[in-house]
C-alpha cells in the first residue's frame, strides 16, 4: 500500500512563491512516475509536472519556467517550487506516484488547495 499526502497550499499574492511537499510512505521502491496534477472548479484535471526514476522533468507550457519539480529519495518526499504565481494557477494540486507491483497502479494524495489572489 501507498500513501500520499501532500502539503504547503496556501493564499499567496500574484507574483508570490509557494513550495508544495508530497510525502509518500509504503512501498514505492518500483515507482516509475511521479507527479503533480492540479484541478481548478469547473475544469478538467490537468497535468504540471513529472519526474521520472531517471530525473528526467516534464512541465505544461502553462508553468514552464515558473515551476520546478525535484524529489528527495531519502526522505521519500517530492516537491513542487511554484514561483511567479499568477491567478490563473489556483486549484486544488494533487501528487501522483505510479508503482509497479506486479502491475502499475497509480496513487493520489488527497489535494492541498493553492490560492493566488490579491
Known amino acids: 500500500q501507498v500513501q500520499l499526502v501532500e502539503s504547503g497550499g496556501g493564499l499567496v499574492q500574484p507574483g508570490g512563491s509557494l513550495r508544495l511537499s508530497c510525502a509518500a510512505s509504503?512501498?514505492?521502491?518500483?515507482?516509475?512516475?511521479m507527479g503533480w496534477y492540479r484541478q481548478a472548479p469547473g475544469k478538467q484535471r490537468e497535468l504540471v509536472a513529472t519526474?521520472?526514476?531517471?530525473?528526467?522533468?516534464n512541465y505544461a507550457d502553462s508553468v514552464k519556467g515558473r515551476f520546478t519539480i525535484s524529489r528527495d529519495n531519502a526522505k521519500n518526499t517530492m516537491y513542487l517550487q511554484m514561483n511567479s504565481l499568477k491567478p490563473e494557477d489556483t486549484a486544488v494540486y494533487y501528487c501522483n506516484y505510479k508503482v509497479l507491483h506486479i502491475v502499475l497502479n497509480d496513487y493520489w494524495g488527497q489535494g492541498t488547495q493553492v490560492t493566488v489572489s490579491s
Open positions: 509504503g512501498s514505492i521502491f518500483n515507482t516509475l512516475l
Open positions: 519526474i521520472a526514476q531517471t530525473g528526467s522533468t
